[in-house]
């Protein structure tokens, strides 16, 4: 079976861009018509990972092949900024992530009793600022997955994430990461032999996955961007005296690639060629 591990939706919140934080939103894609999407381009089951919401759930809980998670913006115990992948929760379960996401031991603790799967997102990314050695330990030592194809990430970024799973022994999983409907469905994890949405959450945590799909790219990106925008114009109309930032969509992006594979290279080196040989800091 297979399934997007990361999508997002409008309950996905406000953008963290300084001045549009206020008026823009992460994503405008309506569940309902993610979930028609997400079947049409042949996922088997659907899920939705909106950040620090289960908002889809509502519309969406009436599909039997529909199960819920959520990704999770949490602190790493160095004080890192990092999105946490939660796969198969339960509403209960959302109030306990939330309460517990500046505390990164009480929320890896409460992660492990609930035996829910969760993973690194795009840990080659700047997306969520600075990253330290630390962080890469914790990862090596408590997580269960790495997400190693993300279909909005550039291909050195998972590259790296991939080689870090088959280092450190995680489970893989990927998704489209998708902020707008073109890109819902791209990329996908699949579990072979699973029929339905339990047994395919019981072969995730065996490691049964494949990965399979797109990553990101310049043109890509340029267009999940510029649809932001033309929904935003959409729904704000006050917001159309921001119409002449949308020329320019095209050089930040460009900017944004350079910085993300300056980010995913430095990282690249100092976690994975520096383990060349089996370092005791890494280990499971």
């Known amino acids: 079976m297979k399934c997007d591990l990361h999508v997002h939706t409008i309950h996905s919140g406000m953008c963290t861009i300084p001045l549009l934080h206020h008026i823009c939103r992460e994503s405008y894609n309506d569940p309902d018509e993610v ?12 899920t939705v990972t909106d950040h620090d919401s289960i908002g889809a759930a509502e519309p969406l809980r009436r599909h039997a092949d529909f199960f819920l998670s959520e990704e999770v913006s949490c602190l790493t115990s160095s004080g890192m900024r990092l999105h946490m992948g939660v796969y198969g929760i339960e509403e209960r379960d959302h109030v306990q992530l ?5 505390d990164m031991p009480s929320l890896l603790a409460y992660l492990e009793e609930r035996d829910l799967l969760f993973s690194v997102n795009h840990v080659f990314s700047s997306l969520t600022g600075r990253r330290c050695e630390a962080d890469f330990e914790e990862f090596a030592a408590r997580f269960p997955a790495v997400e190693t194809l993300n279909g909005a990430m550039l291909e050195i970024a998972n590259r790296s994430a991939a080689a870090l ?12 990461d998708a902020h707008t409907m073109a890109s819902l469905g791209r990329t996908y994890t699949e579990v072979s032999g699973a029929r339905n949405a339990s ?29 932001i925008g033309c929904d935003l114009l959409r729904e704000r109309r006050a917001a159309r005296v921001l119409l002449p930032l949308l020329a320019a969509v095209p050089l930040i992006t460009l900017v944004n ?4 594979y300056a980010f995913a290279q430095k990282w690249s080196r100092r976690v994975l060629w520096n383990r060349a040989a089996p370092r005791s800091d890494f280990a499971m």
């Open 257 to 260: 690639l350079g910085l993300e």
């Open 165 to 176: 799973a088959a280092q450190t022994g995680k489970i893989a999983v990927g998704g489209s």
């Open 35 to 46: 979930y028609a999407t997400l079947k049409r381009r042949g996922m088997d089951l659907v």
């Open 199 to 227: 047994e395919y959450l019981a072969g995730l945590k065996l490691g049964r996955t494949r990965v399979a799909g797109e990553s990101g790219d310049y043109l890509k990106l340029t267009r999940a961007v510029a649809s």
């Open 98 to 102: 939330q309460r517990r996401a500046p």
